[in-house]
Every structure is written in C-alpha cells, then in structure tokens.
C-alpha cells in the first residue's frame, strides 16, 4: 500500500512538473478564445496599384465568391490586402532615377480595378484592409536601384509595376532593406507613412482602414503604434513578428508570438493566419478543407492566405482550384460561417456569445487539440502518462 501510494505520489509530482514546465504555453491556449463555429476567410493580399488586369482577375472573383453561401446566406469572403501606390515608372526614368515619384491607386488609370474592388465590397465578398502605402520603402527601393540595374529597371518600366518582382527583402515595406542585415526606420518616418497611407485608403474606400496586415509580415511596434493612432483595431499575423530583413534577406529578428485574441502592447487584437492555399504553387483544393478541420477542431477560424499572383496568371485554373475547394470545405463543415477579418475581430473582443464558446466541455476539447503545437508537450505528456488523465478531465467535464 504504502508502495504504491509512493509511486501514485511520484506520478503526481511528475505530472505537476510537466504541467509547470509548459505552463505559460499552456495557459495562453485556455485563454485564447474557442469559436462555436466552424469559420473560413480567405486572405489575399497585393490588390490595388499594380497590373491593370486585376480589374478582369477581381470580376471573376467576385462572381465566383457570390456563388458560395453559408447556412446564414452570406457569400463566401475573400480580404483584400490593399497596396496604395506603385512608381510612376515614366516620372522616374525622366528624371535618370534620381527621384521617386508615385502613381496612386486614385489615378485615372486605375478606374477599372478600383470599380471592381466597390462591387465586390458592395456585394459583401470583398472585405479591405490595409497592406501599406506601397509594398516597399521608397526611399530604400531608390537607394538599391543606385546598386542593382534590376531594381532601376523595375523602378522606370513604364507600365503600373507588379511588387511581386521586387526582390524579397525590399518588398517589406517598415525596413531599410537596400543593404542587408536591414535597418530600423526611424519611429517618427514610420508615424508620418502611417497617417498618409490611412487618409489614402480612406479617399479610395470612403472609410478608414480598421484592419492592418503587414507587407511580407516584417512590422514592430512602431507601427502598430502608429496603426492603433489612426483607428486600426485588428492586426492580422502568421503568429509571430519579424521586426527585420537579416543578412540573408530572410525575415528575422521575432519579437514576438501571439495567439488568436491576444492584444498588441497599443491594443489592437492580433488575428492570425496560417493556412496557406496559393493554387499556382500547386496547392490543391484539399488544402482548404484539411486547414478548416483541423483548425475547427482547435475551436479557430481558418484564415488561408492566397496572393494576388496565383490571379494574374493561370487565372482559370486558380479559380477552379479555389471554388472546387471552397465548396469542399462547405460540404465538410456545414455549419461554416463566412464573415470578414474585422467581424471575427469584434466577436473575439466582445466575446460574442453567438460565436465564443463558454461551455466547459467544448472549451477543453479545443484546448487538448491545440497543445499538440506545442514544442516536446506531446511527447513528455504521452511519455508520463499525462495525456491520460488529460483525456479524463475532458470526458467528465
Ligand atoms: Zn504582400
């Protein structure tokens, strides 16, 4: 007897030090809210300035996302990461790329793709949010084009230039990338950027950005200082923050990770996205339905990132990819609901009764599906035996 309750008393110290050990990890996931629903957004970013034929790209989309409707009749929602300028390549070239000059979503130019992102909006498909000013650092896009012909060549090419072409490491727009490791930006040029691209969006959208997504998802507090200032109050995230470009050009220096619900130091809520569905990469339309399950499981929305690029070229078959996997996803989860980056936002923040769980047993389930991601858990829970009682405690919930 006494034997045994000793070893009882070693398994409950062992168990308690597992616990202890993975606490913060832990904790973070009970906090994190569970959905009541299965929810799916797709995320897509790069639209606006750019190649005219996302006018014709945006068309069909919207078509096709008004096509596929949850259980409460709402289409299917695609956001569009917004981009608000591109070089004036002509300007540029005339002044032998000695200074920048910007072509404007507002431009004349641009009329078709603007009226085919308000219908969109307008038929509650497409949901805004802001990607940057432009999907680079001007001033560090001219300083590397002193260095690299490939760079003057993008900067001066006469037509809206595609931002996918930069190279990588410019394309983060909250970095000096024009030599590598990148160097910080100064706090008060990073406030001034921010105040001008929100007064852009809100002359081409009407209203003010309220959700922010960062371009190449390199951003710092700074800038979420400098969102929050201007009214952003949702910040979409892979689940961590790269704050720099290091010397291979790779996004690096993470500051921090985050969690669904979890709030920035300036407020905002995070969301994060992590499913990645880029049909043109050879993504298949399964990808969608395994993304939402498993994230559904986890009591998460499943936000999939699909880039402007995959609709640029290839149109027909990213689409039929896209609507093949939608309908897929509808049919696995029934029950999906469709709505936008900034709704789930809000639910999160005002716990929502109609989508935040608070029933014990569903909350624990989420919960034990989640703590698979946790580096080495899995492992020491199975090999202590832990993952038993763990199994129990929901049941008897
Ligand atoms: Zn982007």
Known sequence: MTVLALALAMLLLVWAGVLLAFAAPLAARW???????????????????GPLIQADALTRLSTLLQGIRDRNGHPAVMTLGVVLEVPDGAHIAATGCTEYHALPLGDERFKAVRAAMQ???????????????????????????????????????????????LPSPLQSRWVDASSLPSRALAPEA???AVAAEVEAYQAVFGSAPQVAIATTFVWNDAVEAAWARAGI?????????ATCRNAAGAPACVDATMLTGARSRAGQTYLLRDVYFEP????????????????????????????????LQGLDASLATLETGL???????????????LELGQAIRRRDPAWIETRLR????????????????????????????????????
């Not at 029934?334 to 709505?339: A, D, H, S, T």
């Open 31 to 49: 906090r994190e809210p569970v959905l009541r629903r299965p929810v799916l957004i797709i995320e897509s970013d790069d639209w606006g300035a």
């Open 233 to 241: 109050g949702v910040v979409i995230t892979p689940g961590r923050r």
């Open 119 to 165: 219908d969109g909006i307008q038929s509650g498909v497409f949901a805004p949010q802001l990607h940057g000013q432009c999907h680079y650092w001007p001033p560090a896009v001219m300083a590397a084009a002193r260095e690299a012909p490939a760079v003057r060549d993008w900067l001066t090419v006469p037509t809206p230039a595609a931002t996918e072409t």
């Open 362 to 397: 569903p909350r624990l389930a989420a919960w034990r599906a989640r703590l698979d991601e946790i580096p080495r858990f899995r492992r020491m829970a199975r090999l202590s035996g832990l993952a038993l009682p763990l199994a129990w405690l929901e049941r008897a919930a």
């Open 190 to 192: 990073i406030e001034q």
């Open 280 to 311: 043109s990469l050879g993504h298949m339309p399964q990808r969608l339905v395994d993304g939402l399950k498993a994230r559904t499981q986890q009591g998460r929305a499943c936000l999939a990132e699909t880039h402007r690029f995959n609709f």
């Open 327 to 341: 309908n897929a996803a509808l049919a696995a989860c029934p029950n999906v609901g469709f709505l936008t980056p």
